[in-house]
């Protein structure tokens, strides 16, 4: 409830120093932006999408992409201004608030959107995807991917588009992680989500859920000693600065969702919801490549930074695989049986 009420006080307040900065919509830097067609007369509409990752990482580069051409195609009736770091809260309270009316967009993981929409959690299972070219067929191309962003009005939200954060790999601060047996001691923050910790409880390890804004002072203080993340993030938040091992675990693949709220949305004419759309698959594009390209670049700069790089074998794999399969069939009916059937034989057929 307090961090509830943190995002809303955040974002209200941010607007309210836009405004008495004296600008309006057309003042004040967030809103500069090269070569713009000068704003429609009459009726600016401002999107205020945050994230919790920081202004490196693809993710905001791919909202910028975004309010470039939806501030262009629009001719500037819809202006767009991008907060990172958790400035305008952690996923669930900019969740929240979009289905408040209260901020307009924001991009999760599914992990966190499955407490809103339980049959996200399908991409919660562990080594569901066996790499990117399955995950584009499944989210990108099967029905399956539209049809679970269609599940979102429900809960006062549009899913634009898929974007990607990736395939997820370990880090600790206690020692090397090969095999099952290595994940005794580990006290890992997960994120909010149900299978997950059901999944690290049965590799052995004792995990914590926890909001993203706190997991870098949690690893200094020692509250937790392990976290999982992408590369990018791993490289972009500095947590080698307080991590000493990465395993290249590929355990779950995330992809993110850029969400606007309902409420925007039925707000905005047609035309305007068909540039939104675009823009967010246009802008997904480019982020996914640069998130490739940063996740294949960073493992060696984690390295030269002094972390111990630990690759996983197919055996060690499949032996995780076999643990943390076990804790499905307590997952399906919550999913829909309907969804995680539809998943994995569109993940069989991409994999052929
Ligand atoms: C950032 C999160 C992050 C996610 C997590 O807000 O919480 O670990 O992977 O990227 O969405």
């Not at 991590?243 to 309902?262: A, D, I, M, N, W």
Request: hydrophobic share 40%; proline share 5%.
């Amino acid at each position: 409830m307090r961090k509830w009420m943190t995002g809303i006080l955040a974002a209200s307040l941010l607007s309210l120093s836009l405004t008495a900065c004296g600008g309006g919509q057309q003042g004040g830097d967030q809103q500069k932006q090269e070569g713009a067609n000068p704003p429609a007369a009459g009726n600016v509409r401002t999107i205020r999408a945050g994230i919790g990752l920081n202004d490196q990482h693809p993710q905001f580069k791919g909202l910028e992409k975004f309010k470039e051409i939806v501030e262009r195609d629009t001719n500037g009736s819809i202006v767009v201004e991008n907060y990172h770091s958790g400035q305008l809260g952690d996923d669930r309270a900019m969740m929240e608030a979009l289905q408040l009316g209260t901020q307009e967009m924001t991009c999760p993981s599914t992990a966190p959107i499955a407490n809103f929409v339980p049959g996200f959690s399908v991409f919660d299972i562990p080594f569901l995807f066996p790499n990117e070219e399955v995950a584009d067929q499944v989210l990108l191309k099967d029905p399956v991917g539209q049809e679970l962003l269609d599940m979102l009005p429900e809960q006062g939200m549009v899913g634009l588009a898929y974007w990607e954060n990736g395939f997820r790999d370990l880090t600790n601060n206690k020692h090397e992680v090969k095999t099952v047996a290595d994940f005794k001691d580990l006290k890992i923050r997960t994120m909010e989500n149900k299978l997950h910790l059901a999944a690290f409880r049965a590799l052995g390890a004792n995990p914590t859920p926890m909001a993203f804004s706190e997991l870098f002072t949690a690893m200094q203080q020692g509250t937790v000693n392990g976290q999982e993340n992408p590369i990018a993030t791993i490289y972009l938040q500095k947590y080698n600065e307080v991590q000493k091992y990465l395993s290249l675990t590929h355990h779950v693949y995330s992809p993110f969702v850029l969400l606007l709220s309902k409420k925007f949305w039925d707000e905005s004419t047609p035309e305007e919801q068909e540039i939104m759309k675009k823009a967010a698959q246009e802008a997904g594009d480019y982020e996914r490549k640069l998130v490739r390209e940063a996740n294949g670049e960073y493992v060696d700069d984690l390295k030269a930074a002094g972390m111990t790089v630990t690759e996983i074998t197919e055996a060690d794999r499949a032996e995780m695989k076999k643990v943390t399969d076990a804790v499905l069939p307590q997952f399906v009916d919550t999913i829909g049986k309907d969804i995680v059937d539809k998943v994995t034989t569109a993940v069989e057929n991409a994999s052929k």
